[in-house]
DNA sequence: CCTTGTTTAAAATTAA
DNA sequence: TTAATTTTAAACAAGG
């Protein structure tokens, strides 16, 4: 059967191009949907003054716009449109946000701020993904919670990345993981694999040796040939590496004290100096990219950087052809 | 009260 | 289409 008549789909990543990552502001980071045909994705006029304070349903675009200025708007060009949602999920976003942190372990807190610092799309409802994110803290065993540092005074605990939950996104795609991770460990608390080595301590206290990892020079552990070793890579998708290199570890190769020579000689765009900046990983194409029949679609959404990435990451066998 | 976490349950989306 | 993953909602406990 086909499926259903759902036509009040909200919009899904399927339905959107990557058109291209600008950022508004230093280290924001801004996606645009595609907008052709179908103007029917509303805008909300504030909050309506209903009845129940149910936040609006969600759209891929941020649904606030308007509020500013109802000025004449070029009518052919509805540019009006907000923040999409970023192509990562929940997961990613929080991964990011601790692989970005030097110490690799973030408070709930920071991890919210990190994620709306970069994608003003959160800034929106955010009772509603901050709930999503704690979920998935707790849910997801790749990531651990761990105590708070005696000294500090802090309000929640910290969390960092399973260390055996090694790149979780190789495969490219940032929505949604081949596999889900669960630690072995079944009874236990957080399974620490019994290793023993570099392994961090029951704080969290990091080990000589992780540091050490962390200052791989260009070309990760697999080698890649030309890439960098920041941002996953684009071609990340490939055999069974063991790489070991962690998406989102813009830091691989340089140490935040380092002011190294080089630092972003790799990304095209610029590159974080401070916390508040960071290079949000690559996208990808969804259905492995349609064959573009339009020709409006091959426009410029081939950026330099885009482009990498669309290479391979996930392809749909293109078999079947029937339905 | 609010923030942080955990957990259950269901809806939505993704990738195959 | 399906199965697995992700998202959303909501109830609840602990702590500040
Ligand atoms: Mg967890």
Redesign the pocket.
Known sequence: ???LP?N????????MVVHNARHTAPGEYDIKPLVTAQPTIGEYTHQMGGGTN??P??TNLGDNVSEGSPKANSPMKPRSYQHA?P???????ITMSIQNSTTKMV???EI?QFIMDLFPYYRQ?Q??????I???????DC?I?VP?SPDKPG?????TLHPDAGN?FE?G????????FKSDRKGGLNSIPHNGRGQPDMYGHPSYKQMQMNTSPRGGPGGPVGVPAFLPNPYGAYRGLHSFNHPFAIKNIIAPEHEGDFRYAADPMHFPYHPSTFTPPPM?G???MPPSTSAENNFNLSTSLMNQYYQNS????NNTGL?
């Open positions: 059967m086909m499926d759902n009040t789909t909200p919009l899904s990543h399927h339905d149910q936040p349903p969600q949602k192509p990562y999920s929940y997961i990613s976003l408070t709930l807190s919210y409802n009772q509603r993904w901050q709930n999503s704690r979920h998935s803290l707790s849910f997801n990531f919670k708070r309000k929640g605990s910290f969390w979780m495969n795609c940032y929505l949604r993981r081949q596999k889900r990808y969804k259905d492995g996930c392809m749909i066998p339905a």
